[in-house]
Nanobody
Framework: QVQLVESGGGLVQAGGSLRLSCAAS????????MCWYRQAPGKQRELVAV???????NYVDSVKGRFTISRDNTKNTVYLQMNSLKPEDTAVYYC??????????????WGQGTQVTVSS
């Protein structure tokens, strides 16, 4: 019923920038909070940033001051601007959103993930 499609990952040198996008589509009535998670090889998936429907944001300490999450409600899209990237930011980045569908139920949905690799 709902699909999340990420884009924008890639290979970048340390100190560089990338902008991730995640577009939601389907039988959407409203989108609540939207998040970015990441999972590095051999590590657990961690929450990187979250933005509420009203625009309130929160970040994991390791990315504060470097990453910015934003959303465009007219496009059902969330973004993650990543600056001053470090090798330890290398991971697969996943979009996650709480979505209420037209038929009523609210569930959380995941994107397929996009690889971010930061070389030293």
């Amino acid at each position: 019923q709902v699909q999340l499609v990420e884009s924008g990952g890639g290979l970048v040198q340390a100190g560089g920038s990338l902008r991730l996008s995640c577009a939601a589509s389907g039988n959407i009535f409203t989108i609540n909070d939207m998040c970015w998670y990441r999972q590095a090889p051999g590590k657990q998936r961690e929450l990187v940033a979250v933005i509420s429907s009203g625009g309130t944001t929160n970040y994991v300490d390791s990315v504060k001051g470097r990453f910015t999450i934003s959303r465009d409600n007219t496009k059902n899209t969330v973004y993650l601007q990543m600056n001053s990237l470090k090798p330890e930011d290398t991971a697969v980045y996943y979009c996650n959103a709480g979505v209420t569908v037209v038929t009523g139920p609210t569930n959380r949905y995941w994107g397929q993930g996009t690889q971010v690799t930061v070389s030293s």
